[in-house]
């Protein structure tokens, strides 16, 4: 029996580029942004009716400080980002967040129909706890 020992054609590289898998994950990226977005923007579900103030330059934010939001509500309800707490459970996340090796800078969002007792409470509480670093949301008139 004869056999031929002959060599297959080597393989021809492809020269077309394949974009399918590169799509696929193009629309995969959307998709998370898609749904990470609005979870970004939670605090904004809280309806609250801030304060307006003047038009004025803002400095930027230090990118390495965390921000934790304490939203007063027009009937004096308190939130923590956007779960709402009683005034006794807003004083026990406050002592946590004053025990953090770098505390958070409070963000206060207090309805502009808010009583102002409510936020000299806050502010009392915050005193309390030696968080200083304190900003107070507003919105921009005109």
Partial sequence: MARTFRRKQAAHPISELNVTNLIDVAFTLLI?????????????????????????????????QRFVAISINGQGEYYVSDQPVSFRELQSKLRAFAEEAKPPVIRIRGDAKVPYEKVIQLMDELKKNNLSKVTFDTQAEG
């Fill in 32 to 64: 998370i942004f898609m749904i990470a977005t609005p979870l970004i923007q939670q605090e904004q579900t809280i309806p609250i009716n801030l304060p307006a103030e003047s038009k004025s330059a803002q400095q930027p934010p230090d990118k390495d």
